[in-house]
């Protein structure tokens, strides 16, 4: 006990000392001189209450902890994992069909800004999905993945600006493109050490980034590039006025008189098939060959070496596949968008993809879709806790990691039938 | 004799920096022969067996596997080769079930064409059955089938062994390196692990090259015995040979 | 043909200036990588933390009427060194050990989330825009021809002096306090000095002590040096300083000061001679190509992989 209160007294100062200069005391610019000012009684009040909780935490953590013990961990079992597995698979099919259809209908019933906003968390539902294969499934840190991003946004801008190429056509280009560029980065680097290889793809990251932004010429520099076609469907716009020439408009084609929100459920739906693509591809890849050997390789690289497997080759596939799927989403993005500069693509981002893939629990596909909606949709619903965002956000993946590393829903393993033989 | 000879290793040498781990160490394994590599613990045996399989590039020497120097080549190649190695602590894809385990184990065997494999093909899926025909059989021999989706984490110890065996065995080795096999197993386990491992000679001609501290399993199997001491070799010979040896004995009880 | 070498050495005397930052903040990533094996990401953070307490307490302390610079600066170093080195510890123990013995990339995820988490915390306390204090120590030697200056501040001069102290101090107390000692023991292995009966969440605790109180050092000088800083200046440094400790070799303490060296000399020579816009892409090139042709470093040693 008396250990315990020293302690308690120690973190509590502890405390005051992180949160008391920063908090309470508040650098105002004016002028040629600087000034502080003292914190309003709230943010007083904030720092008193994390003192005293701290404190009083750390005195009785014993308690605490015995405490703790008696609360079981979460879990989300229902009488679905019990189920046979081969009716776990039609319930899974069911299920899937279901929300396809929802998730059809859907947008038809809502606001525009909702289906925006749906657009937006599809967008990273594919990113998400692509560097799951990466980090979730081959187990390899990837801290640069939005420079595929990059590379597949800035692909279809530049063969649309300069080239005049149609979404459709730079699609296949802009994920060939980054995983190109996948391939070319992951060759030298795959080498290294899990957490070398991350601040190095931290560093390539970074490096096209500058490019970016340095390369004006080429991308516009730090204004970016305007004016990215819309895409078509079956040479239809969606615009008021044909942009281009050969073209014919949905809105006249259709009888129907023009109203900007086709071209936003165009988008959404657009967006939802890319996303269902995705998600039955990755599907496939997991129960292939080449799926089973980026989670070996995950799980122990040594091993698989032993067993003759080509590590290399391996987490290059991973690479490249995780990096197409970023390159898929980033045409997308520069297509929904019009407009893409250096700005979309810095680290942050990179960072809250990965916190997707987190949140979500590795490796698990159902996780990364609904880690997407909830990292997207919250705090646009609570936007008081907008600024608070990324703080949340940093919160978040420190508290992930210490409660529950293997995510919210954590992928379940595959129940192979051993086939009769006869 | 008609034997030919499998690997042959001729004066291996390790060093790290000043370190001499292994230094003058000869081996020759025969087809269809089980041979024993003993020694005291640290004596380099399991250094032996990463300069074998690839994990340590020797310092000097040659290592022939079916009449070829193989001692350049990376791991994963020596593996291809037909050389499978296990582990003194067992190495596992834990989180993965055990036909999985099985499943990975025959990567070089599988239709690894990404295509063939989104648009589910009719070779591709020739290609997975047999996989797992090849799991299924090698489950049931090794006696995991009541197992097999479960987590290879969640396994005991000895059926973590086994398994480990069974994931070298579907790739159709030549010649298994088996590193202490025997280790942490109770009498039963090693019982069968004895039974298994002269099967494996038998039934599938595999060669078997095994390092042990367990020395009725070893006296019991072994076609041929080395031993090493201090990374040095100190004799090699039949079982009986090595029971009778001097400097065996005194390498194993200390001067006397 | 002389303007040119006056040019020449203005810019080495600008490298060296930063690069002794540089090598002040990758001793925090140098001592914990050679400890336990892990990027603490969040350090740059920390220095960034101290920047901003630096300018607190210079702020208030000008509010106060105090004049006497070196009062003004010896308190600013004495708090920023106490509040991060108190962050340091504090993010030692709530984000990395409860992971210990975890896969290696839990904490470095964790130590990502930290970071940004430290990022906005100082962005929603202090808002997201530039700081500036005015100039406190200005003034130097220059020297040259009347078409080009070369000179030397004497800020520079104290960056130069107060790195040359902190670690020749960092260096006598590891080789010879106890605590270096088993700093030490630690590093090389550190389940035998668990047995021996060190305490090694102490260790742990002081080491990330002692890289926080030292990377507050530089957020006080590079704070002093620039005059302004904003809660996103960690990110790049910390990139940097880590980048410092790799080209040294990581866990090498003469090699975190070598490092941060030869990139400040690097970067500003980038920038006098190309351009300064691609000079953070010359660094990041830099880290690039040590990590896949000298994963060691200059100093560092060699990893035998464990099979």
């Known amino acids: 006990m008396k250990s315990n209160f020293s302690h308690a007294v120690f973190t509590a100062i502890i405390t005051f000392i992180v949160s008391f200069p920063l908090l309470g005391l508040n650098l105002v610019t004016g002028g040629t001189s600087m000034s502080i000012e003292g914190a309003g009684p709230t943010t007083w009040m904030y720092i008193g ?98 420079a595929f991003y990059a590379v597949g946004a800035y692909s279809y801008a530049l063969l649309s600006l300069y080239y005049d190429i ?6 296949p280009i802009a994920g060939i493109m980054a995983a190109l560029f996948g391939f070319l980065l992951g060759f030298p680097v795959l080498r290294l050490r899990g957490d070398y290889l991350a601040i190095v793809t931290l560093g390539f990251g970074e490096i096209i980034r500058i490019f970016l932004l340095n390369a004006t010429s080429l991308t516009g520099g730090p204004n970016g590039i305007g004016g990215i076609d819309k895409p078509t469907l079956f040479g239809m716009e969606f615009g008021r006025r044909v942009k281009e020439e050969g073209n014919t408009l949905f809105h006249e084609v259709m009888g129907i008189s023009y109203d900007s929100t086709y071209k936003v459920i165009f988008l959404y739906l657009l967006a939802l098939i890319l996303v269902v693509i995705t998600v ?24 698989c070496r032993s067993l003759g497997m080509n590590r290399t080759v391996i987490k290059l596939s991973a690479f490249t596949i995780g990096a197409a799927f970023a390159g898929f989403a980033g045409c997308f993005f520069a297509a929904r968008q019009g407009f893409i500069s250096p700005e979309s693509f810095t680290f942050i981002e990179s960072a809250i993809i990965l916190a997707i893939v987190v949140l979500g629990g590795m490796g698990s596909q ?11 949709v919250l705090p646009e619903l609570a936007r008081e806790f907008q600024e608070y965002r990324m703080l949340m956000f940093g919160l978040m993946m420190v508290l992930m990691m210490v409660w529950r590393p293997q995510g919210l829903l954590p992928s379940k393993r595959p129940h192979l039938e051993l086939a009769d033989d006869k | 004799m008609t034997n030919k000879t499998l690997l042959n290793v001729s004066d291996l040498r390790m060093q790290f920096g000043g370190l001499v781990a292994v230094n003058g160490v000869n081996l020759r394994v025969e087809e269809g022969q089980i041979v024993s590599i003993i020694g005291p613990n640290g004596a380099g045996k399991t250094t032996v067996f990463n300069c074998l399989s690839g994990f340590y590039t020797p310092t000097s020497g040659v290592v022939e596997f079916m009449g070829e120097e193989i001692q350049k080549l ?38 690894t064409n990404l295509l063939s494999g989104l648009f589910n093909t009719p070779a591709y899926k020739k290609s997975e059955e047999r996989a797992m025909h090849r799991a299924r059989y090698w489950l049931d021999k090794v006696g995991l089938t009541d197992v097999a989706n479960r987590e290879a984490g969640n396994l005991s110890y000895g059926q973590q062994r086994r398994l480990e065996i069974a994931r070298c065995m579907v790739t159709e080795p030549k010649l298994l390196l088996l590193d202490e096999p025997a280790a942490g197993l109770n009498p039963k386990e090693t019982k069968d692990l004895d039974n298994l491992i002269v099967s494996l000679k038998e039934d599938y001609h595999v060669s078997v090259l095994l390092i042990e501290h367990d020395m009725n399993l070893v006296m019991g199997i072994s076609d041929n015995i080395y031993v090493i001491n201090q990374g040095t070799p100190l004799a090699s010979g039949t079982p009986e040979e090595i029971k009778g040896n001097p400097d065996v004995i005194k390498a194993y009880l200390g001067e006397v | ?92 123990r709530t984000a990395y050990r409860p992971l210990r013995g975890a896969n290696r990339l839990i904490p470095l995820i964790s ?13 929603n306390a202090q808002g997201a825009r530039d700081v500036a204090i005015p100039p406190m120590i200005s003034g130097g030697w220059t020297f040259g021809t009347e078409n080009f200056q070369a000179s030397l501040s004497y800020m520079q001069l104290i960056i130069f002096i107060a790195t ?14 106890r605590m270096g000692r088993a700093c030490r023991a630690v590093a090389e292995d550190i389940k035998m000095a668990n047995l021996l009966g060190i305490n090694t969440n102490r260790v742990i605790s002081a080491t990330f002590v002692i890289g926080a109180s030292l990377a507050a050092v530089a957020g006080l000088l590079l704070g002093l040096y620039y005059g302004v800083a904003n809660p996103h200046i960690g990110f790049i440094a910390g990139l940097k300083a880590f980048t410092a400790a790799v080209l040294g070799g990581i866990g090498s303490i003469p090699g975190a000061m070598l490092g941060g060296i030869i990139l400040g000399l690097t970067e500003s020579l980038t920038a006098a001679y190309i351009s300064s816009e691609w000079k953070d892409a010359v660094s990041f090139s830099l880290l690039v190509l040590i990590l896949l042709f000298k994963p060691t470093g200059l100093l560092g040693k060699q990893e035998v992989e464990k099979v």
């Not at chain 1, 990755?282 to 091993?303: K, Q, S």
């Not at chain 1, 159902?366 to 997207?376: D, E, F, K, R, S």
């Not at chain 2, 582990?87 to 990567?107: D, G, K, P, S």
């Open chain 1, 166 to 171: 149609s979404f459709w056509l730079a699609l």
């Open chain 1, 366 to 376: 159902m996780g990364v879709i609904l880690a997407a909606i909830a990292m997207t």
């Open chain 1, 49 to 146: 209450a994390a003192v005293a909780i701290v404190f009083f935490f750390q005195l009785f953590r014993d308690q605490f902890t015995g405490l703790f013990r008696h609360i079981p961990k979460p879990s989300f079992n229902t009488g679905y994992q019990s189920l046979e597995p081969a009716k776990k698979a039609k319930v899974e099919n069911w299920f899937t069909f279901a929300i396809i259809l929802i998730a059809l209908v859907w947008p038809f019933m809502v606001s525009r800004g909702s289906i925006d906003l749906a657009t937006l968390v599809l967008i990273y539902v594919m990113l998400g999905l692509g560097l799951n294969i990466v980090v979730g499934l081959a187990g390899l840190l990837d801290l640069g993945y939005v």
């Open chain 3, 164 to 177: 040359f102290i902190c670690m020749s101090a960092l260096t006598l107390f590891i080789s010879k306090s």
């Open chain 1, 280 to 303: 039955f591809v990755i599907r496939r890849l997991v129960r292939m060959p080449v799926g089973r050997a980026w989670e070996a390789l995950r799980e122990d690289e040594i091993a």
């Open chain 2, 74 to 111: 990376p791991d994963f190649k020596i593996s291809l080769k037909g050389m499978v190695r296990t582990f003194q602590h067992v190495r596992l894809f834990n989180e993965m079930t055990v036909v999985e385990n099985l499943l990975v184990a025959q990567h070089r065997h599988s239709n």
């Open chain 3, 111 to 123: 130590a990502i989330g930290m970071s940004i988490f430290l990022q906005n915390f100082v962005v």
């Open chain 3, 1 to 92: 043909m002389l303007e040119a070498f006056l040019y020449f050495i203005q810019q080495i005397l600008n490298g060296l200036t930063i690069g002794s930052t540089y090598a002040l903040i990758a001793i925090g990533y140098t001592m914990v990588y050679g400890i336990i094996g892990m990027i603490n990401f969040a350090h740059g953070e920390v220095y960034m933390i101290g920047t901003y307490v630096s300018f607190v307490v210079i702020a208030g302390l000008t509010m106060l009427g105090i004049e006497y610079v070196p009062i003004i600066i010896l308190a600013a170093l004495t708090i920023a060194i106490i509040v991060s080195s108190s962050f340091g510890w504090a993010i030692e």
